[in-house]
Every structure is written in structure tokens, then in C-alpha cells.
Nanobody, 112 residues
Framework: QVQLVESGGGLVQPVGSLRLSCAAS????????VAWYRQGPGKQRESVAS???????HYSDSVKGRFTISRDDAKNTVYLQMNSLKPEDTAVYYC??????WGQGTQVTVSS
């Protein structure tokens, strides 16, 4: 059974940083594409970043240069380092992998 568990969300002030984690069981991240999505209040879920291998990553224009996705194969965990956070980054962040498996999400709130 595949299980994805996100953690690391919270309340942060604008221009602050957070690091989200997505830990997996039942699936090996190094053999799969892993992506972060987010859904802000009143908005549709949108893609944020994805990682295919240690060198192939993709970012949405809204987070490019501020967010970094990475993977620790030993821990079977994918991270999303979020810097220079803005209020519009407020959302529930989800990780997904393995052709349709999703975590429960972690709330990120950027507010002063």
C-alpha cells in the first residue's frame, strides 16, 4: 500500500522560509516522478514543482527562483525548500507520485 505523508507546513511571515517534506512508503521515489501541488483558498489545485531525477526538475513560473525541490533516496523523501515566501503562497501543499497517489496535504500560511 502506497502512503505519502507531508509535513513541515505552518505559519510564516512574508519573506520567510519553510521546508516541506514528503515521506513515502510502498513506493520508491527514485523510480518515479514526484510532484508538489498546492491549492489556495478559493483556487484550483496547481502544480508547483516536480523532480524526475536528481538533475531534472521543473517549477511553475510563480515559484521559480524561490522554491527548490530535492530528493533524499536514503530516506525515500522529497523536500520542497520554500524561500522568500509571499502571502499568495498560502495554500495546502500536496505531494503526489506513482501515477495518482496523493498525500493528505500540509497547510502553509504566509502572513504577518
Amino acid at each position: 500500500q502506497v502512503q505519502l505523508v507531508e509535513s513541515g507546513g505552518g505559519l510564516v511571515q512574508p519573506v520567510g522560509s519553510l521546508r516541506l517534506s514528503c515521506a513515502a512508503s510502498g513506493i520508491i521515489f527514485r523510480y518515479n516522478i514526484v510532484a508538489w501541488y498546492r491549492q489556495g483558498p478559493g483556487k484550483q489545485r496547481e502544480s508547483v514543482a516536480s523532480i524526475i531525477s536528481s538533475r531534472i526538475t521543473h517549477y511553475s513560473d510563480s515559484v521559480k527562483g524561490r522554491f527548490t525541490i530535492s530528493r533524499d533516496d536514503a530516506k525515500n523523501t522529497v523536500y520542497l525548500q520554500m524561500n522568500s515566501l509571499k502571502p499568495e503562497d498560502t495554500a495546502v501543499y500536496y505531494c503526489t507520485s506513482g501515477g495518482g497517489h496523493w498525500g493528505q496535504g500540509t497547510q502553509v500560511t504566509v502572513s504577518s
